[in-house]
């Protein structure tokens, strides 16, 4: 029977039922809509319980492999040390130095490509993910193997000997190898750490942490055997730097191989449009790391300058303390990231409220605690940890100053992963830049007047009046945008059209 419309005149089949009775048409569009709401309902909650249980796995296993991360150096030191000799291990560690040094050598690329997956992830865009994380890795690749060419070809043009100021002909005649292992290992890495970041887009925070914490473990164990097998010095450095290389691309294999084959990079998903997006997007976050890396190491030079070189050495000790609790701060709160992204990509701006709110309360808690204690015996700690009687009495002031800018930090720390989670860094930025602006000249001030504490005092104040309000700010602004897309949604839903949820 071929459907025809009604003929002129005629009455809607959706009137003509009987009285008392919601038309058929009627009661099944209701039915059906119902039915998507308890769908949508049951959906909402699967996601929820599912990125509630990635995100404590994720802070579990960063402790875990962040542990792991820190045990493992301290491990083979002592191996290593007594192998290599003081000038060969020397010169090893410059080198790694100056490697960690390029640590934005990716361009924020990594950190975009996250922002962007962590979207698709929710929306289940499968093809899109794999044109972004194909573009991302043919982008990081040509950079990466320009730059390894870049290395071959000037390794001989630098006299690298004489730039790490070594005095044993033996080990002048390793440096040049041991550079091309350090800075070649690195280059490599770069983009084969991509993986880490698809990982943690796609909510394996925790399988991501323990393979690097297995690559640490690793590059212990080969150190060991290398050494315990008396094989030649430079084979026991390249067992130490090329675990990490190795690890990523044994996971990258493993993830895409058997987890993901459909993500899997190929040449024919590379589009110039995503590659103009990860680089408009990462150049950003590139900007973002290189002004907040210049605002949290920049005492160390002032101290140097205004107080001399003893004040800024026991500067030094005092704020690397503290600084373990930002690295805490840090490793908790990452896991935010994806997770936020994910969730209000589906509009679930709820769940992204409660979730930080807990988060800043759990870090703020968590940093608090050991902070007092830094507070009451920083003096005794630092007394058994350096044993030099070269380390001054600390005052309580500064330790005090130090604790309230190590909990302002915990603080703004969850309220930055939803800013970043979407894209927005414009109030970091500012904040970041206020804070350059204030702290400078505050910092020489009162340190001039106050000494060490007065440069701790300038941290906490400057940080407080700039970035926190920043965070704030930023933090409202993301969600209202959310918000406002999704309301808009909604109503367009409504007349038969769709919106995305989240603003690109």
């Given at each position: 029977m071929v459907d025809r419309p009604p003929g002129a005149g005629a009455a809607s089949p959706a009137l003509v039922d009987t009285v008392g009775h919601p038309p058929a048409d009627t009661a099944s569009t209701e039915r059906t809509t119902a039915g998507s709401a308890v769908r949508g309902d049951d959906e909402l909650s699967a996601a929820r319980r599912s990125r509630g249980r990635a995100l404590v796995a994720g802070i579990a296993s960063s402790l875990a492999g962040k542990a792991v991360g820190l045990v493992a150096p301290l491990l083979i030191t002592p191996v290593a040390f007594r192998y290599l000799g003081p000038e060969r291990y020397g010169m090893w560690m410059a080198i790694t130095s100056l490697t960690a040094m390029a640590l934005f050598a990716d361009f924020g690329l990594g950190n975009g490509l996250l922002t962007r997956l962590a979207r698709l992830y929710a929306t289940g865009d499968r093809r899109a993910a794999a044109r972004e994380i194909a573009s991302a890795y043919a982008l990081l690749g040509a950079l990466a193997g320009t730059l390894v060419l870049v290395l071959v070809a000037s390794v001989r043009l630098v006299a690298w000997p004489s730039v790490l100021n070594v005095t044993d002909p033996v080990v002048a005649r390793d440096a040049r190898v041991v550079v091309l292992l350090c800075f070649g290992a690195f280059l490599v890495n770069i983009p084969l750490a991509l993986i880490q970041r698809v990982q943690y887009a796609h909510q394996q925070v925790g399988a991501s942490n323990l393979w690097q914490a297995a690559g640490s473990l690793i590059s212990a164990g080969l150190v060991v055997v290398a050494a315990s097998a008396k094989a030649d010095p430079v084979l026991v450095i390249a067992a130490a730097v090329l675990a990490v290389p190795l690890m990523s691309l044994a996971n990258s294999v493993w993830f895409f191989g058997w987890q993901q084959p459909d993500l899997r990079p190929r040449l024919t998903d590379v589009r110039a449009?995503?590659?103009?997006?990860?680089?408009?997007?990462?150049?950003?976050?590139?900007?973002?790391?290189?002004?907040?890396?210049?605002?949290?190491?920049?005492?160390?030079?002032?101290?140097?300058r205004v107080l001399?070189?003893?004040?800024?050495?026991n500067y030094a000790v005092i704020l690397r303390m503290f600084a373990v609790l930002a690295l805490f701060v840090t490793l908790v709160n990452l896991p935010l990231w994806p997770a936020n992204g994910e969730a209000l990509a589906r509009g679930d701006v709820s769940w992204v409220r409660r979730s930080t709110r807990r988060m800043v309360y759990l870090s703020a808690a968590a940093v608090a605690l050991p902070a007092l204690c830094l507070v009451v015996g920083g003096n005794d700690i630092l007394r058994i940890w350096v044993r030099s009687d070269d380390l001054d009495r600390v005052p309580i002031p500064l330790f005090v100053a130090l604790a309230v800018w190590s909990v302002s930090v915990a603080v703004a720390s969850p309220l930055f992963m939803?800013?970043?989670?979407?894209?927005?860094?414009?109030?970091?930025?500012?904040?970041?830049?206020?804070c350059l602006?204030?702290?400078?000249?505050?910092?020489?001030?009162?340190?001039?007047?106050?000494?060490?504490?007065g440069v701790a005092l300038a941290s906490a104040l400057s940080y407080g009046v700039t970035v926190v309000p920043a965070a704030i700010v930023g933090y409202r602004k993301a969600l209202a945008g959310v918000s406002a897309t999704t309301s808009d949604s909604d109503e367009m839903e409504h007349d038969g059209a769709q919106h995305p949820r989240c603003p690109a």
């Open positions: 449009t995503r590659v103009r997006g990860l680089l408009r997007l990462g150049s950003r976050f590139f900007g973002l790391s290189v002004l907040t890396s210049l605002a949290l190491n920049i005492d160390g030079f002032l101290v140097g001399g070189l003893h004040a800024a050495a939803v800013q970043n989670s979407v894209g927005l860094l414009g109030p970091q930025f500012l904040g970041w830049v206020a602006v204030v702290a400078v000249p505050l910092k020489i001030l009162l340190a001039g007047s106050d000494g060490l504490s």
